[in-house]
């Protein structure tokens, strides 16, 4: 969940993407450090969140009627 609302802090260009890019990155060395997760689990939230956001805005998009980006409505 910290990757996502990285990622779209750093698409809306909000003025805290960096502390924010600072604490996920602390986030995720301070779950393997306190012993919550394994550095797997951390690398697997990383690679997850690609097509996790991706599934994300396509729902989206069907949800508010929005046509696809190549014109297509089906």
């Given at each position: ?57 396509w ?5 508010d ?10």
């Amino acid at each position: 969940m910290a990757c996502l609302t990285l990622r779209e802090s750093f698409r809306r260009r909000w003025p805290v993407r960096w502390p924010h890019a600072a604490a996920v990155v602390a986030l995720c060395f301070g779950t393997v450090y306190g012993r919550y997760h394994y550095v797997v689990d951390a690398i697997a939230g990383l690679v997850l969140a690609v097509p996790l956001a991706a599934g994300a805005e396509w729902l989206q998009r069907r949800w508010d009627g929005e046509p696809k980006p190549d014109g297509d409505d089906g």
